[in-house]
């Protein structure tokens, strides 16, 4: 099964979560989102793998110093805004078919694995 983990290497959580999936044998695929933002669809496609809503995977305050106010955003917005803005999606995630998990801890993606 394909195993895809959007990750951000200057982040302690997202490496040590890329490690954890590298030692039980697989080889993601990395997407550095930083530099490849997921698109709308594929957010929407990652939210409903984990059973979540679009402000359960923002990072208020990135979203904050972005000049977001997420609280008063409908979900459509939200998603939108990450696109625009990837620095605001928590990091990492991990999709694994039909599941997908946040890597805090990194612990969390083995369920899914």
Request: glycine content about 6%; hydrophobic content about 40%.
């Amino acid at each position: 099964m394909a195993v895809t983990i959007y990750h951000n290497p200057r982040c302690s959580k997202s490496r040590q979560t890329l490690a954890l999936i590298e030692e039980q044998g697989i080889a993601p695929t990395i997407v550095t989102y930083l530099d490849t933002p997921p698109s709308q669809a594929t957010l929407k496609d990652i939210l409903g793998k984990m059973g979540a809503a679009p402000g359960d995977i923002v990072r208020k305050k990135d979203a904050k110093e972005a000049g977001l106010d997420i609280a008063s955003m409908s979900d459509a917005a939200i998603v939108k805004a990450m696109t625009e803005h990837p620095a605001i999606i928590e990091r990492p995630i991990v999709v694994s078919g039909k599941k997908a998990a946040m890597g805090r801890p990194p612990e969390s993606v083995l369920d899914i694995l």
